[in-house]
T-cell receptor
């Protein structure tokens, strides 16, 4: 079985401060892990993905995530928030080589305070 | 490349009416998906198609039917719309073959009165 838990439904940070969005997963298979971003009234865009290569994954717009197998976590971070980062973020777990096992977290809405 | 396209962008239906949401991709992807997005629920899988000619139920298939018309197109049909089907619907595709990175369409916002 697979599941993914985003630990915070809302996160607020001030512009220029670090961002941390938390994600925990469980998987019976070797997992692939993804973070997607959705800006208001838009579709989803891939930020980054982990597929069993390097455990520290760098994505677009300065985001990165670290796969920690011992903690079953894949937290998303960014050193310095920008106003344009305000959006909803989804953590996704899937089973490698299994296209029918893609599970979305419920999302974390990131608010950036001026 | 247009990527994944969806039509219509917006639709308002009355309870009991039927409609079909269209999705097409021009990336030669094998797998296609239909999701619905509701506030606080994330994306929930309605149906998916791992290849042309095959479809399978996802987490919330009741009240929906799908057709994988060819490799490019995957449509979602509501036979008798209900207010509970008010949602934003997203189509997505992947290459399949173990690569689960999904490419999403812009969504269809459906309201059922």
């Amino acid at each position: 079985a697979q599941s993914v838990t985003q630990l915070d439904s809302h996160v607020s940070v001030s512009e220029g401060t670090p961002v941390l969005l938390r994600c925990n997963y469980s998987s019976s298979y070797s997992p692939s892990l993804f973070w997607y971003v959705q800006h208001p009234n838009k579709g989803l865009q891939l930020l980054l993905k982990y597929t069993s290569a390097a455990t520290l994954v760098k994505g677009i717009n300065g985001f990165e995530a670290e796969f920690k197998k011992s903690e079953t976590s894949f937290h998303l971070t960014k050193p310095s928030a920008h106003m344009s980062d305000a959006a909803e973020y989804f953590c996704v777990v899937s089973a490698m080589n299994r296209d029918d096992k893609i599970i979305f977290g419920k999302g974390t809405r990131l608010h950036i305070l001026p | 490349n247009a990527g994944v396209t969806q039509t219509p962008k917006f639709q308002v239906l009355k309870t009991g009416q039927s409609m079909t949401l269209q999705c097409a991709q021009d990336m030669n992807h094998n797998s296609m998906y239909w999701y619905r997005q509701d506030p606080g629920m994330g994306l929930r899988l309605i149906y998916y198609s791992a290849s042309e000619g095959t479809t399978d139920k996802g987490e919330v298939p009741n009240g929906y039917n799908v057709s994988r018309l060819n490799k490019r197109e995957f449509s979602l049909r509501l036979e008798s719309a209900a207010p509970s089907q008010t949602s934003v619907y997203f189509c997505a595709s992947t290459t399949g073959q173990g690569n689960n990175e999904q490419f999403f369409g812009p969504g269809t916002r459906l309201t059922v009165l």
